[in-house]
Antibody, heavy 119, light 110 residues
């Protein structure tokens, strides 16, 4: 069973950079088997895929966010990170990290962390 | 506007069966596997179905998935009040090179 936990600041001002880290752990899993992803959910709205990364370094990012988005993976620390620059109120959401064995499919999720962008 | 189209809401009585549709196109559902997620109020999404029709670990056989062409369907039989949740479909889209989710369907068990 894979466990994931997001961490990062809960409140940001417009134009700042959002930095989140996902720490994953579990028995009998191999870093090389998983795709790692970030998904967000604005209050009262649906899920939005942000980006995914494989241990090999292959990255896919949402076309609407890729100009502001940096995703990285540190397998030695079992951590997966997101940086989103120039945030606005529209980036206010609960951010989830997730892992899965297939691109675009997420079998394990973190509990999510709420990020609010407000001046 | 989501790439995958789901009905905003469905409802049925306890014990009945309900289906939730997920309509896409050739660049997503028509090519890639569909997965389904359940999100109970105030919790993170949970994988129910992967690879179109395979139940995730621990998911009861009341939940089923199917796909035909560019549409996927989630079926829930023997409805329980505890099934009240939002349900999302997801897949990969080759035109966007991106993961895509449906807009979500709220299930009410009357």
């Amino acid at each position: 069973q894979l466990q994931l936990q997001e961490s990062g600041p809960g409140l940001l001002k417009p134009s700042e950079t959002l930095s989140l880290t996902c720490t994953f752990s579990g028995d009998s899993f191999s870093n090389s088997d998983y795709w790692w992803g970030w998904i967000r959910q604005p209050p009262g709205k649906g899920l939005e895929w942000i980006g995914s990364m494989y241990y090999s370094g292959r990255i896919y990012s949402s076309p609407s966010l890729q100009s502001r988005l940096t995703i990285s993976l540190d397998t030695s620390k079992n951590q997966f990170s997101l940086k989103l620059s120039s945030v606005t109120a529209a980036d206010t959401a609960r951010y989830y990290c997730a892992g899965g064995l297939r691109l675009g499919e997420f079998s394990s999720w973190g509990q999510g962390t709420l990020v609010t962008v407000s001046s | 506007q989501s790439v995958l189209t789901q009905p905003p809401s469905v409802s049925a009585a306890p014990g009945q069966k309900v289906t939730i549709s997920c309509s896409g196109s050739g660049s997503n559902i028509g090519t890639y596997f569909v997965s389904w997620y359940q999100q109970l109020p105030g919790t993170a999404p949970k994988l129910l179905i992967y690879d179109d029709n395979k139940r995730a670990s621990g998911i009861p056989d009341r939940f089923s998935g199917s796909k035909s062409g560019t549409s996927g369907t989630l079926g829930i039989s023997g409805l329980q009040t505890g099934d009240e949740a939002d349900y999302y479909c997801a897949t990969w889209d080759s035109s966007l090179s991106a993961g895509v989710f449906g807009g979500g369907t709220k299930l009410t068990v009357l």
